[in-house]
């Protein structure tokens, strides 16, 4: 790497994405971009995986060697990858992107105007999604998309970043710490860049949304099945139990009752479920259906997790330590990544 001070470090973690990481990987690394010397693209892939993902990293860790570095994690969960493209960045602002997305040409320097201001802290980039083939008709929503128009705002109180559109600075996450191991993909499956934005508007900074920097998340149609809907829902449910107190999720709710009356709520609210949606299904109303199914799946995974931490007595998890002006949590010595 060129001594040229590092102002923006965009992190990639990626396992099993073959198909899709050299096109996030070459809509960053545009010959615009490759001018510029005050960047940099940390990869983290996971050496589990059993696809080319590992060998197309470093293909192009190989071939761009001044913008590009590789670093392999044991395959702990997402939430380990991120923390560690965290400690390992350069930068003073920190860019996540997901591998299945791609950057449009402003991306780069719609995060340095943004980021020209001080003030800012934390931005959402504006996500576009591309869906591969027919749109299908019972489709609720436009899965992964962020886009709330052309204007540059501050985010009303309750909003939160995507892990694929989040951008901030690294002193924020040396005040409120990394990213959750227990949430996200390899842990509950959800959810672990929504809990940390809201540690980072609980700290006091403000969220932004910057439609300047644009990125497009690709949708392949296999990924367009009902039955995934309603299992990110199950999983976002567990994983909002784990930071979201039992009586903002279920208002009303009395756990002094026995256990036997909770299994008979859930059974009738799982029949009252499939004739409600059967019957949206047959009124033709195929979006309203899934709608209905997604947003009980939501209820039933929060509820159980809740019943399951309170048998078990856990109420609080651990929210991994402040990092210090080395990117190393502070007071604990963290083995480097392998590094190519």
Known sequence: MPDTPI????????????????RTLKS?????????????????????????????????????????????????????????????????????????????????????SVFGDPAVHAAAARELVDIEGDVPRWLPRRLGEYDRGEAFFELPPKSFLFGSNMIVRRQVFARVGGFRPDLGPGATGMAE?????????????????????????????????????????????VSWARFVPFERLHPGWKHSLPAW??????????????????????AGQQAEAIRVLMGHAFWFGSAVE???????????????????EANRPMEETVPDPVQK
């Open 28 to 112: 960053l690394l545009t010959a615009g971009s490759l001018a510029a010397q005050d960047w940099e693209l940390l990869v983290v892939t996971d050496r589990s995986s059993t696809d080319r993902t590992n060998g197309i990293a470093q293909e192009f860790a190989e071939r761009f060697p001044s913008h590009v570095r590789l670093l392999i994690q044991p395959n702990t969960g997402k939430s380990d990858a991120l923390n560690a493209g965290i400690r390992a960045a350069r930068g003073e602002v920190l860019a996540f992107t997901d591998d299945d997305c791609l950057c449009g040409e402003g991306y780069l320097p719609g995060i340095r």
């Open 7 to 22: 102002h923006i470090s965009v992190i990639v973690c990626t396992r099993n994405r073959e198909a899709s990481l050299a």
């Open 306 to 324: 809740h019943e399951r931490l309170r048998r078990l007595g856990i109420t609080e998890f651990p929210v991994p330590r402040p990092l210090d």
């Open 261 to 282: 009356v909770y299994r008979l709520y859930y059974a009738v609210r799982a029949i009252y479920v499939a004739w409600r949606t059967a019957r949206l299904h047959l």
């Open 193 to 237: 860049d929504t809990e940390m934005s809201f540690r980072i508007a609980a700290a006091g900074h403000r969220l932004y949304y910057a439609p300047q920097i644009l990125i497009r998340h690709q949708i392949p149609a296999g990924r367009l099945t009902r039955r995934l809907f309603v299992v990110r829902d199950y999983r976002n449910g």
